[in-house]
């Protein structure tokens, strides 16, 4: 069941927030703080407002994807939503339009979705990580780890009721 998966995902992000905020949940606001040449960085995500989140995610610096990216790639979908597809990460097209599943795989997705019956505009789409790996390879378990509490967010955000994963990750 979702809640059972929204669970499991839940008990794995706490693994990788050993800094949360005295008194906060990961259904309120969320602080990992990340040093970095001895500077700390600290994103705050707010699961209210899925824009706000959006924004973070687009501006978002904290690992080296960030400065070979065109665009970051949040997600697209409805809030809330029912479904939410997670892929592994975004490909040249979808850092090309800051959009997921666009490209080939889009493709392949659209087509599936047809086959089950579902529209496109009625399910959230998102990547574990949020910014394309060089060549697009395999995300790095620092990169996951990186974006995870974007990816926890979202889901908080969003409620699904059902969370598919797809890719090698």
Same mark, same amino acid.
């Given at each position: 069941?979702? +809640? =059972?998966?929204?669970?499991?995902?839940?008990?794995?992000?706490?693994?990788? &927030? #050993?800094?949360?905020?005295?008194?906060? =949940?990961?259904?309120?606001?969320?602080?990992?703080?990340?040093?970095?040449?001895?500077?700390?960085?600290?994103?705050? +995500?707010? /699961?209210?407002?899925? $824009?706000?989140?959006?924004?973070?995610?687009?501006? @978002?610096?904290?690992?080296?994807?960030?400065?070979?990216? !065109?665009?970051?790639?949040?997600?697209?979908? #409805?809030?809330?939503? %029912?479904? +939410?597809?997670?892929?592994?990460? *975004?490909?040249?097209?979808?850092?090309?339009?800051?959009?997921?599943?666009?490209?080939?795989?889009?493709?392949? &997705?659209?087509?599936?979705?047809?086959?089950? %019956?579902?529209?496109?505009?009625?399910?959230?789409?998102?990547?574990?990580?949020? @910014? $394309? *790996?060089?060549?697009?390879?395999? /995300?790095? !378990?620092?990169?996951?780890?990186?974006?995870? #509490?974007? &990816?926890?967010?979202?889901?908080?955000?969003?409620? *699904?009721?059902?969370?598919?994963?797809?890719?090698?990750?």
């Amino acid at each position: 069941s979702s +809640m =059972s998966i929204n669970n499991y995902l839940r008990n794995e992000i706490v693994q990788f &927030l #050993p800094n949360l905020k005295d008194g906060a =949940s990961l259904g309120n606001e969320v602080k990992k703080k990340i040093i970095n040449n001895g500077n700390e960085k600290v994103i705050s +995500m707010d /699961p209210i407002d899925l $824009r706000h989140l959006d924004r973070q995610i687009c501006t @978002c610096h904290l690992c080296p994807l960030s400065e070979g990216r !065109k665009r970051a790639v949040p997600g697209s979908g #409805p809030a809330p939503a %029912d479904i +939410m597809l997670v892929g592994e990460a *975004p490909g040249r097209e979808e850092d090309l339009t800051g959009k997921p599943f666009v490209g080939r795989a889009g493709r392949l &997705l659209d087509a599936a979705l047809v086959q089950a %019956d579902l529209e496109r505009s009625k399910v959230f789409i998102t990547s574990v990580i949020k @910014c $394309r *790996p060089p060549q697009n390879r395999k /995300p790095k !378990k620092a990169e996951i780890d990186q974006c995870r #509490p974007y &990816l926890q967010a979202q889901i908080d955000i969003l409620h *699904p009721k059902i969370i598919c994963l797809m890719g090698n990750t």
